[in-house]
């Protein structure tokens, strides 16, 4: 009898070991797992700086492009705008000279 009670008592004793081993291991597992999360969310977060990086970098490239073809459209206009006010202020040199010329032979 007293041996049945002892092989029950290890039993029990190794049941119980048995059973702090597992809730060891599935600390274990949870911590691993909250670490191997942790750095997944860090790559993430650096991925999607990176990212916004990148596409604010490219915004400004673009934002600077339009600039720069908006200036040099501005300045065909200007230019234009320039050589036709000189063509019509001749137009209007040779008009007022007529107006004059035609006067005084009047």
Do not use: C, H, P
Request: charged fraction near 35%; charge should be negative; aromatic fraction near 2%.
């Amino acid at each position: 009898m007293v041996n049945i009670l002892q092989d029950i008592i290890q039993s029990e004793e190794e049941a119980l070991r048995i059973e702090n081993e597992a809730r060891q291991q599935a600390l274990a597992i949870v911590a691993k797992a909250r670490k191997k999360a942790e750095t997944i969310i860090e790559e993430a977060f650096s991925q999607g700086e990176e990212i916004t990086k990148a596409i604010l970098d490219e915004a400004k490239a673009e934002a600077l492009r339009e600039r720069e073809n908006n200036i040099s459209v501005q300045k065909e206009a200007s230019e234009r705008i320039r050589m036709e006010s000189g063509m019509k202020l001749e137009e209007a040199v040779r008009f007022i000279m007529g107006k004059v010329v035609d006067k005084s032979w009047q």
